[in-house]
């Protein structure tokens, strides 16, 4: 079998390293982190985002973003194997050298209250990816599991401007319906679910409607099919067989050109059957090039998120 590249465009690394200042990526001996560099070498990696997020019994401020950059910094970006991945022309060296790349996400917004300020300093802190509610809603927007569904409050509006003037990416995986329809107005820029499966397949809020997966498909978007168990199977134990599922609707749909995975390790407790970290990543393949080409199962894996980034990352 073809050995691919992967990219994996969400794992929560970071906010166990924040909550664990002890754990090491490069190394990890404790078995309590699925993503750390030995298994990204299993899995070929070329590429993995690093979220932030901060997890609700801590302050909503800027600290805790502040100390996972820093953490970021000192415990990945300072593994000789890693490269820090910024902008467009970074994207484009990854499949030409054998670092494997490591991009910034935010996963919730609420400690930047609204300061666009914030916003612009992380920016130059290398931040390209915000999701701008994790469940809940905040000064920007209703999360998905917000009972009342609100969209995009009038900061919000001006956040999502700037971050489309910047060039950072906006991820719709947490946002309310409405709060995901409001975004889908600001045209300049598609938009990304990092983690996100069908929810016609899997009745789960955090899931995309068909619709969703339309829109994000018809601007140019990603969708990042995501191995969170709930959002795979709603009953019962979740299989890559059922993963294969959510791939084969998102192309149904159009998006065979716009998959790409988000697993969500380290931010899950339970696991897809044989899936259980990027050095399982094989079998995921495996398992798609019984129904697909070895040239789309490559795009599925690396292809398609890298030529998005080399095309919607700053220059």
């Avoid at 970021?72 to 790349?101: C, E, Q, Y």
């Avoid at 509610?133 to 905040?138: F, K, L, R």
């Avoid at 899931?207 to 498909?217: C, E, G, R, V």
Wanted: neutral net charge; charged residues 25%; glycine residues 8%.
């Amino acid at each position: 079998m073809p050995n691919f590249r992967s990219v994996d465009f969400h794992c929560d690394v970071l906010w166990k390293l924040l909550e664990d200042r002890s754990l090491s990526f490069e190394q990890d001996h404790t078995g309590k982190l699925d993503v750390t560099l030995p298994r990204l070498r299993q899995a070929g990696a070329v590429l993995q985002t690093f979220a932030i997020y901060v997890p609700e019994r801590m302050e909503k401020s800027m600290v805790p973003i502040l100390h996972s950059i820093d953490l970021f910094h000192r415990k990945i970006l300072s593994v000789p194997d890693m490269t820090f991945v910024r902008s467009s022309a970074d994207a484009a060296r990854l499949m030409n050298r054998s670092k494997i790349g490591a991009m910034l996400s935010l996963e919730g917004a609420d400690g930047l209250h609204g300061d666009l300020a914030m916003l612009r300093i992380l920016f130059l802190l290398g931040v390209r990816v915000v999701g701008l509610t994790w469940n809940h809603a905040n000064w920007g927007a209703d999360g998905v599991m917000e009972p009342r569904g609100g969209g995009l409050t009038k900061k919000g509006r001006a956040f999502v401007e700037e971050c489309d003037r910047l060039g950072i990416l906006l991820d719709v995986s947490h946002l309310s319906d409405r709060a995901f329809w409001d975004l889908a107005q600001f045209a300049p820029r598609p938009r990304i679910a990092s983690h996100s499966n069908a929810r016609s397949l899997c009745a789960h809020p955090r899931n995309l409607a068909d619709d969703q997966i339309a829109a994000l498909i018809q601007q140019g978007g990603m969708i990042g099919v995501t191995f969170v168990p709930q959002f795979v199977k709603a009953i019962g134990e979740s299989e890559i067989a059922d993963v294969l599922r959510h791939v084969e609707k998102i192309c149904e749909l159009g998006g065979e050109k716009q998959l790409m995975f988000g697993s969500d390790f380290d931010g899950i407790e339970s696991y897809v059957r044989n899936l259980n970290h990027p050095g399982e990543l094989h079998k995921l393949q495996n398992a798609l090039l019984a129904r697909y080409s070895e040239e789309m199962v490559g795009r599925f894996f690396a292809g398609n998120a890298l030529q998005f980034l080399v095309k919607h990352l700053p220059g």
